[in-house]
């Protein structure tokens, strides 16, 4: 999904940044443009606090440590962020 896309559908103007992370959560989500940007927009089961998280907190919170324990990390948040996502469509069918 291209950001442009993303913004129409969200109305949420993300940084290039913070687009990075949610396009990884959208492809790793295996699921249609619509229904992630709807699950976005909605924040259901924290989604979109989740990436903002990763990109704006996390990043103070692991200064000192080493790039492969960080990776690891984001890794996993990534991984957590596409469970939600599959969690809540899932239960909405």
Do not use: W
């Not at 992370?21 to 790793?28: F, G, L, T, V």
């Not at 990390?73 to 069918?93: F, K, N, Y």
Request: glycine share 6%.
């Amino acid at each position: 999904m291209m950001i442009e896309e993303f913004e129409k559908r969200t109305g949420f103007y993300p940084g290039a940044n913070l687009y990075e992370s949610i396009e990884k959560a959208y492809m790793d989500s295996k699921v249609d443009k619509d229904a992630f940007c709807e699950v976005y927009k909605q924040n259901a089961d924290g989604l979109a606090e989740k990436i903002r998280r990763e990109v704006y907190i996390l990043p103070s919170m692991f200064m000192g440590i080493t790039l492969h324990t960080y990776s690891h990390v984001m890794t996993e948040m990534q991984q957590d962020a596409a469970g939600v996502m599959d969690h809540i469509l899932r239960g909405s069918c």
